[in-house]
């Protein structure tokens, strides 16, 4: 029962062009959304986030965009860089539950930015 | 200002054996949050305790696992009598409450390998 499906294993971008990366959910109760970061051998970093009473957060080269009627939510992150290279992972949760800290995370869409 | 610290950072057992993973929560953190990240995958919830407490443990496997955070002292995950499918990345999250929408805080992770 996957609850939230990243269904771009990788992806591959030039430098300087526009990643984008996708995450549908199912659980209606699902209320804040997370994008974390992760680098081989650490441990994930956080990124952004987005409320659901929001349809997009900026912040930086990182803007997410949410749209609950389709349940989904994407990551787009311009200019990439080489840097960002990564896997990324949505992780939502129930904030207005007691274990906010109880993310759901998808399968994580692996980033490769070519210089 | 230390991170999420946890330890080892890899370890190897024998199927049979008992493995016992070590997290310090950041300075000020009381909550402390288990993930197990199975190849391949995301991570998957385990468990949320609090000091002495254990607050939601609805994703530990019913047998061999175990975790507590004592008053004093780190958090530790215990799996007994391990066989190769405990073969994971297990990373450990804390933060200083238990409801608010500051991002959790990971550590590295403790890589087992279950010979």
């Known amino acids: 029962d996957q609850q939230v499906k990243q269904n771009s294993p990788s992806l591959s971008v030039q430098e300087g062009r526009i990643s984008i990366l996708n995450c549908d959910y199912t659980?209606?109760?699902?209320?804040?959304f997370l994008w974390y970061k992760k680098y081989p051998a650490e441990g994930p970093t956080f990124l952004i986030s987005?409320?659901?009473?929001?349809d997009k957060n900026e912040d930086g080269r990182f803007t997410v965009f949410l749209n609950k009627s389709a349940k989904h939510l994407s990551l787009h992150i311009v200019p990439s860089q080489p840097g960002d290279s990564a896997v990324y992972f949505c992780a939502p949760n129930n904030a207005g539950g007691t274990s906010y800290g109880k993310l759901t995370f998808g399968q994580g869409t692996i980033l490769t930015v070519h210089p | 200002n230390a991170g999420v610290m946890q330890n080892p950072r890899h370890l190897v057992r024998r199927r049979g054996q008992e493995a016992r993973l070590r997290c310090s929560p950041m300075k000020g953190h009381s909550h402390v949050y288990w993930y197990r990240q199975l190849p391949e995958e995301g991570l998957k919830f385990m468990v949320y305790l609090q000091k002495e407490n254990i607050i939601d443990e609805s994703g530990m496997p019913k047998e061999r696992f175990s975790a507590e955070f004592p008053k004093e002292g780190p958090s530790i995950l215990r799996i007994q009598q391990v066989v190769r499918g405990d073969s994971a990345a297990y990373f450990c999250?804390?933060?200083?409450?238990?409801?608010?929408?500051?991002?959790?805080?990971f550590g590295n992770g403790t890589r087992l390998t279950v010979t």
């Open positions: 999250a804390s933060s200083s409450a238990a409801v608010d929408n500051s991002p959790l805080h």
């Open positions: 987005i409320s659901s009473i929001k």
């Open positions: 659980n209606s109760m699902f209320d804040y």
